[in-house]
């Protein structure tokens, strides 16, 4: 049978689980979420507001290299603030070179110290970690610093860093257990690369790096290291940026390249080697052509893989419970209503199947899950037309299809692309590109027009997007569009 | 040997006190000043404090807590006052523990639970 051990007792090290055992008829929480990032924590502050009992878990396993966080998940801790805090450090080196030319004077070259850098925004990041503790112990969440798993029906067990383990019971649970960077599995990568949880922490100027890997993160981890004056190289298996409009993508690699990162295309690393030790010390990099047996080596002081990511689905006993993941990529599939095969259980976040893996998507879908299940209420998240941004140097901020996408979808007679290049006026002085800022829309010709997709690369695509993907929310069309007068002098205008 | 209290007065003698003790985990409470009968300008510290005081007894041992009064009203007020422009304080009272970003301001001192939790917990 089922025994729920009180912390008094001394609980043995395993558990036995009788499946048939009659439930509890009183669980100890009515909503245990575990994992407490960005969609955790939302569904759990929620949970709160209707005077739900709840408790959150938040458990970081150590990277390879020993680097760990606190609470907040992968967006606060080694993900979008920091990164987009280290792209601002980057971006301001820039602006002081740029500054010359608008009459700024000073004598000494101007260089960059990573450490200063580092602990600035680390000790942000405690702020916010800090902060969310703060937030849960007020709305009296119950937050457990310790690893959780199913162990049978309604029950997990979790485990603080000491190793001492206690079970709970719960009506419903919220698995939002986010995903951690994969590694090559190859010789040497797990003892002598780094990862995007790593580097946002690093106690020492990485030095010459080698950024291996084509998705956003290893552009903008290449990007504002190449823009705080490091040498970089980034070395791609086939195509930049997977799944964004490959046009778009090509420019931006294009402007990194004309910005000093080099570019391995058509490799992959097979090896990793320590040639000397350090901090950083240098390792030597032998990879291998994806069109041939050409082999080439290259020596780095850091190497960082930003390869993709996997979900941390396969080690909290799901199994036990019944829910089912998708066995070659851990994700798990959920209804529209973020219900799993079980129905008590729910997940929310980067781990859902052919979801989007962006902070604002988990929060949204957290905190409408919560409001159907204890406020009655119906919405389900939107996951259309969501907008993002990447922040390479030049940025890109993107809204609904792809080009190539849209011409999948709707045929290419169908669409119309209407495009542009920009020269921002803040570009002009300092005697900037003025061929690489670029916007375009696509448009659905039997739809009245109606803006599908949405891009632009430049300043502050950020900004310029989220205003753009209200608009096309509403269904904006090419004529809205044209009616609507620009503000000047912006980029936006165009 | 368990947790120790120092009381100081303006920004001088804070940092003189923190650096000497350098090692220990130091908690810090940020009072307006007192007038004659003991009475801050700042209604706040005034509910704050006793608050505080009660929860002394969880500190861990070895730790100190410095009594700090920052100056009076005016000297407050002023947006370049050293406790504003060098530690960061936003308002009174304020509890920190010392060298982390670890920090409870005004009303949120009047939340034992919250006072607990920054004395106890990592």
């Known amino acids: 049978s089922v025994q729920a051990h009180k912390e008094e007792d001394n609980p043995p090290k395993t558990m036995e689980v009788n499946v048939l055992t009659p439930l509890p008829d009183s669980y100890d929480y009515d909503l245990i979420v575990i994992g407490g990032g960005s969609g955790g924590l939302a569904a759990a502050k929620e949970a709160a507001k209707y005077g739900k009992k709840v408790m959150v878990l938040d458990f970081v396993t150590p990277t390879p290299q020993g680097s760990s966080w606190g609470l907040g998940g992968t967006c ?49 990041i ?49 698995i939002a257990t986010g995903e951690r960077p994969r590694y090559l599995g190859i010789p040497g990568d797990k003892e002598f690369c780094i990862s995007s949880d790593d580097l946002f922490s690093l106690p020492y100027c990485p030095g010459k790096t080698l950024v291996v890997g084509a998705s956003y993160v290893a552009l903008e981890c290449a990007g504002f290291l190449a823009g705080l004056g490091l040498d970089v190289t980034v070395m791609v298996r086939s195509i930049l940026l997977r799944g964004f409009d490959q046009d778009m993508a090509n420019r931006i690699g294009e402007y990194m390249k004309e910005h000093g990162v080099n570019f391995i295309r058509q490799f992959v690393p097979i090896k990793v080697e320590q040639t000397e030790e350090g901090t950083p010390g240098i390792l030597k990099v032998t990879a291998k052509s994806t069109t041939g047996d050409q082999i080439i080596e290259g020596e780095y002081n850091t190497v960082l893989l930003a390869i993709g990511r996997d979900p941390c689905t396969r080690k909290i006993g799901l199994d036990k419970v019944g829910v089912n993941i998708n066995e070659k990529t851990g994700k798990i599939p959920v209804s529209d209503e973020e219900q799993t095969n079980v129905p008590y259980i729910y997940a929310v976040g980067d781990i859902l199947q052919d979801k989007l893996e962006l902070t604002p998507v988990a929060i949204q879908a957290g905190r409408l899950l919560v409001r159907r299940l204890y406020a009655g209420t119906t919405t389900k998240c939107d996951y259309v037309n969501v907008p993002t941004t990447v922040f390479t140097p030049l940025e890109y901020g993107a809204c609904g299809y792809s080009e190539e996408t849209a011409v999948e979808k709707f045929g290419e007679e169908n669409i119309e692309v209407y495009h542009s290049h920009f020269w921002p006026l803040e570009w002009t002085v300092p005697s900037r590109d003025n061929n690489k800022c670029y916007a375009k829309i696509i448009c659905n010709i039997q739809d009245n027009e109606r803006v599908i997709g949405f891009h632009v690369l430049g300043p502050n695509a950020g900004e310029v997007t989220q205003g753009f993907a209200a608009a096309i929310k509403c269904g904006l069309t090419k004529e809205q569009l044209d009616s609507t007068v620009g503000i000047h002098p912006v980029c936006a205008e165009v | ?70 100056g009076d009203r005016a000297y407050w007020k002023d947006p370049n006052n050293e406790f504003r422009r060098n530690l960061k304080l936003t308002g009174v009272p304020t509890l920190l523990k010392y060298g982390t970003p670890q920090k409870l301001v005004e009303e949120e001192c009047f939340k034992a639970e919250l006072v607990r939790m920054l004395f106890t917990e990592d």
């Open chain 1, 126 to 174: 405690g702020s916010l970690n800090w902060g969310y503790r703060v937030a849960l112990r007020d709305m009296k969440v119950t937050y457990e610093n310790a690893y959780g798993e199913f162990v049978g029906p309604h029950t997990i067990k979790i485990t603080n860093k000491k190793g001492i383990e206690k079970l709970y019971t719960a009506e419903r649970f919220i």
């Open chain 1, 76 to 124: 606060v801790n080694v993900g979008c603030i920091p990164k987009k805090l280290m792209h601002q450090a980057a971006l301001l080196g820039q602006a002081l070179q740029d500054s010359r030319k608008f009459g700024w004077q000073f004598t000494e070259e101007v260089k960059h110290n990573w450490m200063t850098m580092t602990e600035s925004v680390q000790n942000y």
């Open chain 2, 1 to 70: 040997m368990g947790w120790e209290e120092v009381q100081v007065r303006g920004y001088p003698e804070f940092v003189r006190t923190a650096e000497s003790f350098h090692g220990r985990p130091i908690f810090a409470l940020f009072c307006g000043d007192k007038d004659a009968e003991g009475r801050s300008w700042c209604p706040d510290c005034v509910t704050a404090e006793p608050i505080v005081r009660k929860e002394l007894h969880n500190l861990p041992d070895q730790s100190v807590f410095i009594y700090c009064l920052v």
